[in-house]
């Protein structure tokens, strides 16, 4: 968990350092818009105030920072203010607890996050919510009153990190009882003077009581029936990993026991069955999460459409896919279908509309507009792992003068210190007898690798020049 907390929390100081430049902007932007409050604002206005975040890749897709930087975005896309002000201050808070286990090892990077959300405020109008002020700081409220008929009030027991829960915690999870029921197991909920249910700390993590009500259906089922309800697909498939039968969720239809086997099949990278199991899980409820593992395993099995509808799509905010990643599944499932002249265009109009938001000429329209040298180094950083295209392990490229084209454009465009990929296209033109270009290339490696002590690599590849001219 460390590591993720480690990974997700650099990636975001690497972005939020990517924003100063545009620091001034941003300040513009806010004073002329300080007329209007935050209630009075239109969608359009609210656009003005974008996260990057979303972008950032985190190891694990159910930890809770993701979930709260989703919560963001959605936020800002919908207008919801409310939303994005509460989910910003969870996000700050998960980050907040991680840094006191680590003894402030994450100081610095917490305060550079303070900073934005103080902006982000301050550009709304919004005060900070109260129930995540520190005590001294929240307005005084009225003492709650406690008293019997709370025995009876509803709260379950909820997480937004599922990995790894603690076995005293996870038999509890998303469970609906009674406060009486509550005390009885030893948990034992209890407000703060401030009407806020209190946190309760296992193995160095928080976990938080949530009310509930008997008008629910879900709820009201959950409180009969000791049944979960937890809803977020991939959530509910980390419980059952962790051995809570799939029947103890008040969700728990068939459609479920086709999106855990589809995702499982993903994860194994046996594509074809994971697509059958995801369709017919999309049969029986289609929900969002279904619908993206569907096209994640159309892409990995070459459904060119997909293909061009994600090129489509991000056709003004190329930088995200290159940030995720995704991008260079896109390009081998082009390669799959041997559409080299649409790797061609497509490596192409990715660098161009780099250099177009680069230098202002176009807008994004998914995501906020960046800094010039936040795509800048995307452009660099495409190149850079351009090699990730080609799977050389199964690759088979026919001898074309696209194909030629091709990989010369990849040889010209590529900026990597990897030799590995440049060998492999070198031993490609040694199959196609080609030998002048092979020479070329083992050369080209050779010169990558000067100064580096590596004598094994330049013994081989001095040993293929050799077999050229031999």
Known sequence: MTVIIIIAVVGLLIYFGTRKKSEQTFIDNKQSSNTSTASGQTNSTRQKFQS??????????????????KAIDKGLANGDLELANLSYAKL???IRQQNVTENGSFEDHLQTIRKEYDEFRAYYGLEYPQQFL????????????????QDNTLVFLETLNFEELPKSVIKHIDIVRTISQWNELGLKPKKDQYGRWNDIKRQERYFEFVGASATNPRHKLSLETGKRITTKPYFIKALVEQGIPLEDFVDNGDDLKHFIKADDLFVENNYEEAL?????????????DYKELKKDIQVKLGNEDIVDQQFKKHEF???SPIHTGEIFDWFKALLKNKKIDKVISYIHKTNDTLDKLAKGEIKPKIYGQQSRDWYSYKKEDFNKNLFRIFDFNVLQLEQT???????????????????K??????DIYVQWKLKDKAHELYK???????????????????????????
Do not use: N
């Open 52 to 69: 990057k975040i979303s972008d950032l890749p985190f190891p694990d897709r159910i930890d809770a920072i993701v979930w709260h930087i």
């Open 92 to 94: 700050i808070e998960s």
């Open 134 to 149: 520190p005590p001294s700081e929240r307005k005084k409220k009225e003492p709650v009153q406690t008293s019997t008929s």
């Open 276 to 288: 059958k199991e995801i369709e017919l899980a999309i049969s029986i409820r289609a929900t969002s």
């Open 317 to 319: 905010d190329i930088d």
């Open 401 to 419: 003068d696209e194909t030629l084209k091709m990989l010369d454009l990849f040889i010209k465009l590529y900026i990597g210190k990897e030799i």
């Open 421 to 426: 990929p440049i060998e492999s296209i070198a």
């Open 444 to 470: 080209l490696c050779l010169d990558k690798l000067a100064g580096e002590e590596k004598p094994r690599v330049k013994a081989r590849l001095t040993k293929k020049m050799d077999e050229l001219t031999s």
